[in-house]
């Protein structure tokens, strides 16, 4: 059992906004901007897509968007297009001693 | 623009020792401020961090794993290596090395393609 807690699943018509959660405690997710998010097509390693909650590295899309409030963090893809249908994981900082959780993972299904 | 490639044995027996190595290309191993990390997936399973070295050699791992995991660099040869002992058919899963460091703790920026590793006898 992961310690974050994702959806398994969420899909969205091409255009169209989706949210994912990532819940997570006061221990990880509640106490650092250190969340990050990481896309995963079929047979490839993760991407990172976010960090530091909502900042985007170069080159990533700026359909791509970050938040938090409390224990829960959000990724939200706007304009959804074919591509963007992977598994996507959170992870965050969970202090020096654990160092980072990731979320169980959850399935765009782009329809 | 820094690469990373696992490499290892595909297959461990029960008990035996796994070990794994991720070379570094494109980029010194020994410059900047940057961790070096393992970490795993189960098929049709989430991520899990194993753990990770500084060029200084210092480390940490996971606590779930930290008896079993021994993770070393050697700078010369532009390569940090994982062990983990004991092996069983849980720690079946696809194995990526991984580095942070430009986008601050936990935000992995590059990551090798990851290499199977199966527990069988």
């Known amino acids: 059992q992961s310690a974050l807690t994702q959806p398994a699943s969420v899909s969205g018509s091409p255009g169209q906004s989706i949210t994912i959660s990532c819940t997570g405690t006061?221990?990880?997710?509640?106490?650092?901007?250190?969340v990050s998010w990481y896309q995963q097509h079929p047979g490839k390693a993760p991407k990172l897509m976010i960090y530091?909650?909502?900042k985007r590295p170069s080159g990533v899309s700026n359909r791509f968007s970050g938040s938090k409030s409390g224990n829960t963090a959000s990724l939200t893809i706007s304009g959804l297009q074919a591509e963007d249908e992977a598994d996507y994981y959170c992870?965050?900082?969970?202090?020096?001693?654990?160092?980072?959780?990731f979320g169980g993972g959850t399935k765009l299904t782009v329809l | 623009q820094v690469q990373l490639q696992e490499s290892g044995p595909g297959l461990v027996k029960p008990s035996q020792t796994l070990s794994l190595t991720c070379t570094v290309s494109g980029g010194s191993i020994s410059s900047g401020n940057y961790y070096w990390n393992w970490i795993r997936q189960p098929a049709g399973k989430g991520l899990e961090w194993i753990g990770r070295i500084y060029t200084s050699g210092s480390t940490n791992y996971n606590p779930s794993l930290k008896s079993r995991v021994t993770i070393s660099v050697d700078t010369s040869k532009i390569q940090f290596s994982l062990m983990l002992s004991s092996v069983t058919a849980a720690d079946t899963a696809m194995y990526y090395c991984?580095?942070?460091?430009?986008?601050?703790?936990?935000?992995?920026?590059?990551w090798g393609q990851g290499t199977m590793v199966t527990v069988s006898s």
């Open positions: 530091e909650v909502t």
């Open positions: 006061s221990s990880d997710v509640g106490s650092y901007n250190l």
């Open positions: 992870c965050s900082f969970a202090g020096s001693s654990t160092f980072v959780v």
């Open positions: 991984a580095r942070y460091g430009d986008y601050g703790p936990g935000a992995f920026d590059i």
